[in-house]
């Protein structure tokens, strides 16, 4: 079992930055590939990063390509989506989710096991 919490929400403007971090604890993190997805109102929730167990790994939707990073720090069991150049399109609750399967992240929302709770993240213009 592994639980996550997402925290770094919140108000910018457009153009702004904001770092979301994503805390597990239970199982080791580092068995865990990792992934972001969001969810505007109205709309489905959709795949924004992903990272490998190690961090060797990252894949991105291509909505946020160039303007977001995801990492992970696994000493701290800790993972992170930095937001750059940010745009009102990308207001949505920011949600984090750990996937203990093989292979490398998915961009599916079904193949992930675990689910924080989510933090919204709002951009004006």
């Known amino acids: 079992q592994v639980q996550l919490i997402e925290s770094g929400g919140g108000l910018v403007q457009a153009g702004g930055s904001l770092r979301l971090s994503c805390a597990a604890s239970g199982r080791t993190f580092s068995s865990f590939n990792m992934g972001w997805f969001r969810q505007a109102p109205g709309k489905e929730r959709e795949f924004v990063a992903g990272i490998s167990r190690l961090g060797g790994r990252t894949y991105y939707s291509d909505s946020v390509k160039g303007r977001f990073t995801i990492s992970r720090d696994n000493a701290k069991n800790t993972g992170y989506l930095q937001m750059n150049s940010l745009k009102p399109e990308d207001t949505a609750v920011y949600y984090c989710?750990?996937?203990?399967?093989?292979?490398?992240?998915?961009?599916?929302?079904?193949?992930?096991?675990?689910w924080g709770q989510g933090t919204q993240v709002t951009v004006s213009s």
């Open positions: 989710a750990a996937d203990g399967g093989l292979g490398f992240p998915s961009s599916r929302a079904n193949e992930y096991d675990y």
